[in-house]
């Protein structure tokens, strides 16, 4: 992440508190290559960190109150004054308490405590280049800023993999929304030129390269511009069916299910469709790695294809602009192209040759017959995991 996001950061620190931060964390937006609605099924995924993200510039706060500044969101609620900070004492944190984006940092916070690590009042301001909305994970990078700032400023020692888990715990007990595991790990654990080979049952990661110059390709994020809220999203209710399917099977989770040979003994399509595509989507994660390790990137392309089909008419979380690009994209010459993350907006992933002009042009000419606006194409180069930055 470049230097300039960091000072910018810090700079609006100083605007917003009248002095300059302790320091400025980063942590990234995450792309996910293959791995989709598995992770709250104790499955596989497959992701990596983008080279955007969110900034958290911090400092103590004498006062022991959390007062928090955002660059991309009024004060709204709890605005003081002419400026736009949000100040919450620390003891009157519960969950559902804090609404809005501050939501997330305070969520930390709480979660931090509660996992017995009583971080002190800190002031933090964040800032981001990451587009909202856009499947990136902007949720996650938030917490996990905060999460690596406020352990650092009080001096605590957390290893990453249990952060992850409280970050999650800020997303899921205290706003309120039931993700997994994923893309906080994805933001804590990456390591750059790097895929992470996640296994969300036993949390083991493993590092796998992801490399696609080398094979004159490359990974592009093309954002439709459709926006996306998990909260809002049926994402709970594709959960909850992955959770009667499963004990509709009589196993702990879907990770558990042999194959697809067992789900005869399932009487409801519905839930026969939404186990089908965890089980199917566990084994292409598990082949996309193998063939990540023997360095064949451009045998990925069947199994992002075969991702999207499975994400569109089994877990039927894909929406229209995800279709249409999809489609366009493989029809120019793209390897293969999937939607990204949650679903109902959002982002597609495609991996294409190095020169993808040709899939660029017939992406946006296929949004401009539909009459959408223009959707933004953004590289993805495996990227670090959250850190120091100033
Ligand atoms: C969202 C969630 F936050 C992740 O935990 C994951 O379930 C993903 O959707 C779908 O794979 O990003």
Redesign the pocket.
């Known amino acids: 992440m470049s230097p300039r996001g960091a000072d910018q950061a810090a700079q609006w620190f100083a605007t917003q508190y009248g002095s300059a931060p302790e320091g400025v964390w980063q942590a990234p937006g995450r792309a996910?290559l293959i791995?989709?609605?598995?992770?709250?099924n104790d499955g596989f995924?497959l992701p990596f960190a983008l080279d955007r993200g969110t900034f958290a510039a911090a400092a103590p706060h004498e006062d022991g109150v959390l007062e928090l500044t955002s660059r991309q969101e009024p004060g709204g609620w709890g605005e003081s004054g002419g400026n736009r900070t949000v100040t919450i004492g620390l003891d009157s944190l519960a969950p559902g308490s804090v609404p809005g984006w501050a939501g997330y940092p305070a969520g930390v916070v709480w979660a931090l405590r509660q996992a017995g690590y009583p971080v002190p009042g800190a002031r933090v301001a964040v800032d981001s280049d990451l587009p909202q909305g856009a499947?990136l994970?902007s949720s996650?990078a938030l917490e996990c800023a905060v999460a690596l700032a406020l352990t650092e400023l009080a001096g605590v020692d957390v290893v990453r993999p249990e952060l992850a888990a409280i970050a999650r715990r800020a997303e899921n007990d205290f706003v309120g929304v039931p993700?997994?595991?994923?893309?906080q790990s994805a933001a804590l654990l990456c390591q750059v030129g790097h895929a992470l080979l996640l296994d969300c049952r036993s949390g083991e990661g493993d590092s796998v390269p992801l490399d696609p110059a080398r094979s004159g390709l490359a990974l592009a994020i093309i954002d439709t511009r459709a926006r996306h809220a998990?909260t809002e999203s049926g994402?709970g209710a594709r959960h909850i069916e992955c959770e009667e399917a499963a004990r509709a099977l009589g196993v702990q989770t879907l990770r558990d299910v042999p194959g697809t040979g067992s789900l005869a003994a399932l009487a409801d399509p519905v839930l026969r469709r939404r186990a089908r595509h965890v089980i199917t989507e566990n084994q292409r994660v598990l082949e996309a790695a193998a063939l990540l390790r023997r360095g064949k990137v451009a045998g990925i392309g069947r199994l992002l294809n075969e991702s999207h089909a499975s994400l569109r008419d089994d877990f039927e979380v894909s929406w229209p602009a995800a279709d249409v690009a999809v489609d366009a994209a493989v029809a120019a010459g793209a390897l293969g192209a999937r939607m990204m993350?949650?679903g109902f907006g959002g982002s597609v992933i495609a991996l294409l040759p190095q020169d993808g002009s040709a899939v660029r042009d017939a992406v946006c000419a296929a949004f401009r017959d539909q009459g959408w606006p223009e959707p933004q194409f953004l590289a993805a180069p495996p990227s670090p995991s959250a850190r120091r930055v100033l």
């Open positions: 996910n791995g989709e609605h598995t992770d709250y995924v499947g994970s996650a993700t997994g595991i994923m893309d998990l994402y993350g949650g």
